[in-house]
């Protein structure tokens, strides 16, 4: 009930405001596409989710991704990296994204019901290619960590390297040589101006 006030947008240009977590016992908010005005204001809904069938309340799971070196086997540690959960196994129908935690080599989608989703890597890692794993978690009683937190692993594999060798390494002897000939010229040079 009290209004989030975003500064710095641009008059006139299209905005979508996009909740990635509700709060508990609500559903995600339908996106609100906008266009900014003076003094405009946006309104979210979250609505109160119950599981009419039941006649109980949902149970919410957090789905952690840790992510890991495909060689190693040990966590990524970076703050550039990120998933997303799809309703939809072609991964069109976008639900909730999920960025890194620095401090864990995590991402967590928070609050899940229970369903099927689809995770996959939007953005990998400096340095690790990006992913075209898909990962389907089906949410309900048979889940471990349901009701608290379901944990994975995703991997990434390291891009390639390239090393470009622009030829062949001068030899000591030759800098040797080669410095020796350049003391020479500035030598001769030197005798020739003192004769004039």
């Excluded at 995590?106 to 990998?124: D, N, P, V």
């Amino acid at each position: 009930n009290e209004p989030w006030i975003v500064e710095g947008l641009i008059l006139n240009k299209e905005y979508i405001l996009r909740e990635v977590k509700a709060p508990k016992d609500h559903s995600i908010a339908e996106d609100v596409h906008f266009t900014v005005g003076k003094d405009k204001e946006v309104v979210m809904i979250d609505d109160f989710w119950e599981d009419e069938q039941l006649g109980e309340e949902p149970v919410f799971t957090d789905i952690e991704a840790v992510k890991v070196d495909y060689h190693t086997h040990k966590r990524i540690i970076s703050s550039y990296f990120k998933f997303g959960m799809y309703a939809d196994q072609k991964c069109t129908k976008l639900l909730m994204i999920a960025e890194a935690d620095e401090e864990t080599g995590t991402a967590t989608f928070y609050g899940i019901r229970s369903g099927t989703y689809y995770i996959k890597e939007l953005e990998a890692p400096p340095g690790y290619q990006l992913s075209d794993e898909i990962k389907k978690v089906v949410v309900d009683e048979n889940l471990e960590g349901y009701g608290e937190t379901y944990t994975f692993e995703y991997e990434n594999t390291l891009l390639p390297t390239t090393i470009i060798k622009t030829g062949d390494t001068p030899s000591i002897a030759g800098f040797v040589i080669l410095s020796f000939v350049s003391v020479l010229g500035i030598v001769v040079a030197r005798k020739k101006k003192e004769e004039f």
